[in-house]
């Protein structure tokens, strides 16, 4: 099956610094990467996703790349503030038995802190 | 637009006995699928229902099973429930078509004493 790898586990940045997460799969069948932001008591926000036909994707602050050939993508958030300060997971699809079912793969996470 | 609701948010159970957790997913949403977030193994994939069926099937016992009515709505049982089980269980909303968002809810915590 899948098997989605995210680095780092925990990163800090200074406040106004860039932050850069990064994962890597394993199914070169993938083709949806989402990413989710997780603050604390609440269920996973997706914040940005990504299809394998596209390499690169941007929502203001909020950047993703693809590199479907090294099966690796990552999520670049530029200006950081103290809100962005959370937990962040990658994720990957893989087909489910049924027309339009999928699963996603989650990456164990990195924690955010972004320092005043 | 009301967002994926699900109840109860806490629970405590001891071991052996069963519960149920319920999902109400965002309106017009026909799929539901339910996750199990720990520590340790991180987001794991239940299962995923689509009008009614099981659709997708993670690696789970037996013991985790659930189902979707009608209007979508979802339950998900745990029958008995080991210490292992404690966790938050998520349950997600989408369209159901391929590459559709996931909006997830924010989770019933599961505490088995």
């Known amino acids: 099956g899948e098997n989605v790898e995210q680095h780092p586990s925990t990163l800090s940045v200074q406040e106004g610094d860039s932050a850069v997460i990064k994962c890597t799969y394993s199914d070169s069948a993938s083709n949806y990467f989402p990413w989710y932001k997780q603050e604390l008591g609440k269920g996973p926000q997706l914040i940005i996703d990504i299809r394998s036909n596209v390499g690169e994707k941007k929502d203001q602050r909020i950047a993703v790349t693809l590199n479907k050939t090294a099966k690796h993508f990552s999520l670049h958030i530029t200006e950081t503030q103290p809100e962005d300060s959370a937990v962040y997971f990658c994720?990957?699809?893989?087909?489910?038995?049924?027309?339009?079912?999928?699963?996603?793969?989650f990456g164990k996470g990195t924690k955010l802190s972004v320092i005043p | 637009k009301a967002g994926v609701t699900q109840t109860p948010r806490y629970l405590i159970k001891t071991r052996g006995q069963q519960v149920t957790l319920s999902c109400s997913p965002i309106s017009g949403h026909r799929s539901v699928s339910w996750y199990q977030q720990t520590p340790g193994q991180g987001l794991q994939f239940l299962f995923e229902y689509f009008s009614e069926t099981q659709r997708n099937k993670g690696n789970f016992p037996g013991r985790f099973s659930g189902r979707q009515f009608s209007n979508s709505r979802s339950e998900m049982n745990v029958s008995t429930l080991e210490l292992g089980d404690s966790a938050l269980y998520l349950c997600?909303?989408?369209?159901?078509?391929?590459?559709?968002?996931?909006?997830f809810g924010n989770g019933t915590r599961l505490t088995v004493t």
């Open positions: 997600a909303s989408s369209s159901g078509l391929m590459g559709s968002p996931l909006h």
């Open positions: 994720a990957a699809s893989t087909l489910g038995a049924g027309a339009g079912s999928y699963q996603l793969t």
